[in-house]
């Protein structure tokens, strides 16, 4: 079962940044968080991943609370294109295991 | 690299018939999953590989599922019979265990299967 609960949907202007919030309560300290993204009809993408401090890469902020109980993906600027079910996963930081996909955030990005 | 390739992208097929999914893995990775996509159920594993051998396959819905990796280039999931409830969306992803450590996992378009 996904460890994680996230709102089902979300709407964002585009332009404007888009904070997508993820509780993961019952995470573990050899747990990672990790952020994929689905635009409709593709295959899921990855975004960003973090331990304990926040992390920046072209894509996104991850911003990740100092209990760990739960995180938020910020997209800058959103586009049009950014419109995707996001999902928060956290999985353990030993290999390479399989990812846990929870139902995600619908994130409608509007013109 | 062209990424992950799945074939065929759509595939339309009669109740009972056999249907074989194929996967080409990014060249270089040593881990492949399968991965299955529903309204109902979401995205759900269904086995994985780790240097052509499966290391989980506790995911696959039953004895009509199979799954081989022959060699590291190439995977094939089949199902027969297949049935009406196997319509779904089966993604395919690799992944690396070298040095990054962030054993990001690329995903392939994914193929749709409509069973009739």
């Known amino acids: 079962d996904a460890k994680t609960t996230q709102p089902p949907s979300m709407d964002c202007a585009e332009g404007r940044a888009a904070n997508l919030p993820c509780n993961h309560s019952?995470?573990?300290?050899?747990?990672?968080v990790y952020w994929y993204r689905q635009i409709h009809s593709q295959g899921p993408q990855y975004i960003i991943h973090g331990l304990k401090n926040n992390e920046t890469n072209e894509m996104a902020s991850l911003i990740i609370t100092e209990d760990r109980k739960s995180s938020t993906l910020i997209l800058p600027h959103a586009t049009l294109r950014d419109t995707a079910v996001y999902y928060c996963i956290v999985r353990v930081d030993w290999g390479n295991t399989p990812l846990v996909f929870g139902k995600g955030t619908r994130l409608s990005v509007i013109a | 690299d062209a990424g992950v390739i799945q074939s065929p992208r759509h595939e339309v097929t009669e109740m009972g018939q056999e249907v074989t999914l194929r996967c080409k893995p990014i060249s270089g990775h040593d881990y492949l999953f399968w991965y299955r996509q529903t309204m109902m159920r979401g995205l759900e594993l269904l086995i994985y590989f780790n240097n052509n051998v499966p290391i989980d396959d506790s995911g696959m819905p039953e004895d009509r599922f199979s799954a081989k990796m022959p060699n590291a280039s190439f995977s094939t999931l089949k199902i027969q019979p297949s049935e009406p409830r196997d319509s779904a969306v089966y993604f395919c992803?690799?992944?690396?265990?070298?040095?990054?450590?962030?054993?990001?996992?690329?995903f392939g378009p994914g193929t749709r299967l409509t069973v009739t």
């Open positions: 019952t995470i573990s300290g050899n747990e990672y």
């Open positions: 992803a690799s992944s690396s265990s070298g040095t990054s450590g962030s054993y990001e996992q690329y």
